[in-house]
């Protein structure tokens, strides 16, 4: 008999482990998970297969073990549930396409929340990072995410680390140091949403950097009173809309080496 902690509502299966239920189960199917419960086996998506997660209130704790998607993953839940790990091995590897909607927490202490080196959106969820040294989510050179939703915070470190093409259209970014590190080479587009930080710059940025309004909205960008909420260090940055502000601080600086367009 095969403990019943996930079923495949498409094929009415049951699995014990989150690994067999992604390897066992067909392209376009979803999986539900029953009882909260801690994964000691690398749980992998194939390269080629669509998948949907249901946490449905439930927890999945990894032990020193990460979520690899190599194909096209959608986890979502409309009522709550989470995925997180205090080991040091990332949360979640993504190198296909991975999507997060609704409500529940993504949660890792010991590194990345998400890496992610091919497509990623965050719709909903909060993601969030309690490590003192990774970013919560770490975007790889060549990789592209986007913030539509949701929130990303960070408790020590980045919430952000971008080294390939970032967009906030929407949600929360936050963290208590740098929320946003944009590094030389990348791009960051900022078009909505609300981006804070509570004690270091809110956007550091090294790359390209274009603040733009949306449709119909625009961002918010907020600082705080111990250093200036956007550092130019040495890319460009180009504001065209949004709404910019600082405590007792510089809003904008930017080095003699940067340029600045507004």
Do not use: W
Request: charged residues 10%; hydrophobic residues 30%.
């Amino acid at each position: 008999l095969v403990k019943a902690n996930y079923l495949n509502t498409t094929s009415n299966s049951y699995y014990d482990t989150l690994a067999s239920a992604f390897s066992d189960s067909a392209s376009g199917s979803s999986i539900k998970v029953l009882v909260s419960v801690t994964e000691t086996k690398e749980p992998t998506v194939a390269t080629g297969k669509t998948l949907g997660l249901v946490l449905n209130e439930k927890t999945i704790t990894l032990n020193n073990v990460t979520l690899v998607n190599n194909g096209t993953l959608n986890i979502s839940n409309p009522t709550g549930g989470a995925i997180s790990s205090s080991s040091t091995s990332v949360l979640i590897s993504n190198r296909g396409k991975l999507t997060t909607s609704g409500t529940g927490v993504l949660n890792s202490s010991g590194s990345n929340t998400i890496s992610n080196y091919g497509t990623c959106e965050i719709k909903g969820f909060q993601i969030l990072g309690t490590s003192s040294s990774y970013p919560t989510i770490y975007n790889q050179s060549g990789a592209s995410l986007i913030v539509s939703g949701g929130t990303v915070s960070a408790t020590s470190a980045n919430a952000i680390y971008n080294l390939g093409t970032a967009t906030v259209s929407g949600g929360t970014v936050s963290a208590q140091t740098v929320t946003i590190s944009n590094r030389s080479g990348s791009m960051l587009t900022i078009k909505s949403g609300t981006i804070s930080c509570s004690a270091g710059n809110t956007i550091a940025n090294y790359g390209t950097c274009n603040i733009e309004k949306d449709t119909n909205s625009y961002a918010t960008i907020t600082g705080n009173s111990k250093h200036p909420t956007i550092y130019n260090y040495e890319g460009t940055l180009s504001i065209s809309a949004g709404k910019i502000s600082a405590e007792d601080q510089q809003v904008i600086v930017s080095d003699t080496k940067a340029t600045l367009n507004i």
